[in-house]
C-alpha cells in the first residue's frame, strides 16, 4: 500500500508540474535571438525560490545509447528533476528526486555510464548517485552517504580513469569553517555503485606556512592532468598520474582582468585552455595558449557585453558555449583563437534592462554535446530551455555538399578504425573521439588529409559507442562509431 500511495504522489506531482509548464510557458517575455530558435522550454515558477526570483541551478544530459532517447537531469533549490527531450519540442517531465538537503542555491552533476552522481554545497547534504537506465519510467536512487563529504561545491568525472573529483569537501564533523575539509578529494569509481577515497590533492604552502590556496572551485581534467580553477587564487594545472607524487606543472595567476577563476574547458588538442572569471562582474572569458604547459601565454579576452557576467563555458568543436546569467546562451566561433567572434545567442533571461546587469540571474548551466546537436539551457527563472542553432552554423548540412564521402570501417570495430574522406575540395583534417558525454576520449596531433586512408589504433578505447568529429578548414562532420 505504501508504494501504490508513492506512486499516486508521484503522478501528482508530475501532473501538476505539467500544467504549470503549460500555464507560465506562454507568459515569457519575447527573448532576444541571433541565429538560434527555442525548441522547448519547461518551468514551474512555484517552487521554492531564493532571491524571491531564483529557482534553478545547474543541468547535466544523458544519452540512453541503447533505446536513442536523450534527458536532462537539473537541479531546482529543493529536488533533482529528470526530463526526457527525446523529442525536443516537447520536454517530458519523467521523475523528481529528493536532493540531500532541500532549500540550496547551487547542486552539481557529472554522468558515468548509465549513472548520475549529484552534490549540493550548503546546510549538510550526501554525495547521491542515481541508475538511469530505467528511463523514461523512473530513476532509481542507488546511493544517499554523507561519508565522503555532506558538502560539496563542484565535482568531474574522468572516464577514462574512472576518476571522481570532489571540489571543495566538507565532511560530516565540518563546524563553521574550522578543519574537516579539504580542497579537493580524488574518488576511484572502479565500482560505480560503490565510491571509494583514493587521496586528497596536496596543496602547496607559502613561506609563512598558509596554504597557497584554500578550495578548488571547479576543475577539469584530461589524461590525468587537472586543470584546477582556485577562485582568486588563480588557476594551478597538477600532473595527477601518480597520486602518491603529486605535482604542479604550472600556474596562471596574477593575469589581466583576474578576478575569481571560476572554470574551465578544454580545446580537442588541449593545446589551449579557455576559463571563466565569475567575480567582479564583468570580467573577460579568457584562452590562454598552453602548447608549452610550462608557460602559458595569453591569447585573447572576449565578452558579450559590457558589464556581463559569464559563468560556465565549454570548447567543442571550433565553438564556445557560455551560459552567460542574464544574457543567456552565446556562441563564439573559435577557429581563430586570437579574434573570437559571436555566432549566435539566445536570451533566456530578458527581464533585466538593455546594459544593466546586477546580480547572478539568468542562464546557469548549459550542456551543448547532445548526438542530436540541441543545446540545453537552465535559466535560474525560467527553468529549462532547449535550444537549436542555425542549421549552416553548427550542423554539416551545409558543408556536406563539398564532402563527397566519410568513410569509416569496420563499424562496430575492434583495436583499429579505417578512416577516409573524399572531398571535391582538398582540405585537412584535425579529428577528435568524444564519448557519450561529451568528453574527449581520444584526440591526434597530426593532420589528416582528404582523399587519403588512414588507420586509427583504438586499443587504448574503453568498449562504448563515440562519436568521431573532424573539423577541416572547409568542412566539419560528425560520425558515430562502436568499440567492441
Known amino acids: 500500500m505504501c508504494r501504490f500511495v508513492q506512486y499516486i504522489m508521484r503522478l501528482k506531482i508530475i501532473f501538476f508540474a505539467a500544467i504549470f509548464t503549460i500555464c507560465f510557458t506562454s507568459l515569457l517575455a519575447q527573448p532576444i535571438a541571433h541565429r538560434m530558435k527555442l525548441l522547448s522550454n519547461w518551468n514551474n515558477p512555484n517552487l521554492n525560490k531564493v532571491d524571491s526570483i531564483n529557482i534553478w541551478n545547474d543541468l547535466t544530459c544523458w544519452y540512453d545509447s541503447i533505446n536513442k532517447r536523450e534527458f536532462v537531469i537539473a537541479g531546482s533549490t529543493d529536488s533533482i528533476y529528470f526530463f526526457d527531450i527525446s523529442n525536443p519540442n516537447q520536454i517530458k517531465l519523467c ?7 532541500k532549500f540550496v542555491i547551487n547542486r552539481d552533476y557529472e554522468i558515468y555510464q548509465h549513472y548520475v552522481y549529484c552534490v549540493s554545497d550548503q546546510n549538510r547534504g550526501a554525495l547521491q548517485i542515481f541508475d538511469l537506465q530505467y528511463l523514461p519510467d523512473s530513476v532509481h536512487k542507488i546511493y544517499d552517504d554523507s561519508t565522503l563529504a555532506i558538502n560539496t561545491h563542484s565535482i568531474f568525472i574522468e572516464s ?75 588557476m594551478y594545472i597538477y600532473d595527477l598520474r601518480d597520486l602518491t607524487k ?29 576559463f571563466t572569471d565569475e567575480v567582479p562582474a564583468g570580467l573577460p572569458i579568457k584562452i590562454f595558449d598552453i602548447n608549452i604547459i610550462q608557460a602559458p601565454r595569453i591569447e585573447s579576452m572576449f565578452s558579450s557585453h559590457t558589464g556581463a557576467i559569464p559563468h560556465n563555458a565549454y570548447w567543442m568543436g571550433n565553438f564556445a558555449y557560455v551560459s552567460y546569467y542574464h ?21 533566456t533571461y530578458p527581464d533585466n534592462p538593455s546594459g544593466v546587469y546586477k546580480g547572478y540571474s539568468g542562464c546557469w548551466g548549459i550542456y551543448p554535446f547532445l548526438p542530436s546537436g540541441n543545446i540545453v539551457a537552465s535559466d535560474r527563472t525560467y527553468g529549462i530551455f532547449v535550444l537549436r542553432a542555425d542549421s549552416g552554423l553548427m550542423n554539416t548540412s551545409e558543408n ?16 583499429e578504425l579505417n578512416i577516409a574522406f573524399e572531398t571535391s575540395v582538398k582540405d585537412n583534417f584535425n579529428l577528435v573521439i568524444y564519448d557519450l558525454q561529451g568528453k574527449i576520449s581520444m584526440q591526434f596531433d597530426k593532420k589528416f588529409d582528404s582523399n587519403y586512408l588512414y588507420k ?29
Not at 521523475?95 to 538537503?101: E, H, N
Not at 595567476?253 to 578576478?259: E, Q
Not at 556562441?331 to 539566445?346: F, G, S
Open 95 to 101: 521523475d523528481v528526486k529528493y536532493g540531500a538537503v
Open 160 to 234: 577514462k580513469s574512472k576518476r571522481l573529483y570532489m571540489c571543495s569537501n566538507k565532511y560530516p564533523n565540518w563546524k563553521n569553517g574550522n578543519g574537516n575539509e579539504s580542497a579537493m578529494d580524488i574518488i576511484s569509481l572502479d565500482t560505480p555503485e560503490k565510491p571509494k577515497f583514493l587521496a586528497k590533492l596536496e596543496v602547496p604552502k607559502q613561506a609563512n606556512g598558509d596554504a597557497v590556496f584554500r578550495w578548488v572551485h571547479e576543475l577539469t581534467a584530461r589524461n590525468d592532468t587537472a586543470y584546477i580553477s582556485c577562485g582568486y587564487s588563480g
Open 246 to 274: 603529486q605535482k604542479i606543472i604550472s600556474s596562471i595567476i596574477n593575469y589581466t582582468a583576474a578576478g575569481y577563476n571560476h572554470s574551465s574547458s578544454l580545446d580537442a588538442s588541449g593545446k589551449h585552455i579557455m
Open 327 to 347: 544574457d543567456g546562451v552565446y556562441i563564439y566561433n573559435l577557429n581563430d583563437t586570437k579574434k573570437p567572434y559571436v555566432e549566435a545567442y539566445y536570451d
Open 400 to 415: 556536406e555538399k563539398s564532402i563527397l564521402r566519410l568513410n569509416i570501417f569496420p563499424n562496430p570495430t575492434t583495436d
Open 456 to 484: 586509427l589504433d583504438l586499443s587504448d578505447l574503453p568498449n562504448g559507442i563515440y562519436t568521431l568529429q573532424a573539423t577541416g578548414q572547409k568542412h566539419l562532420h560528425r560520425a558515430k562509431f562502436i568499440k567492441n
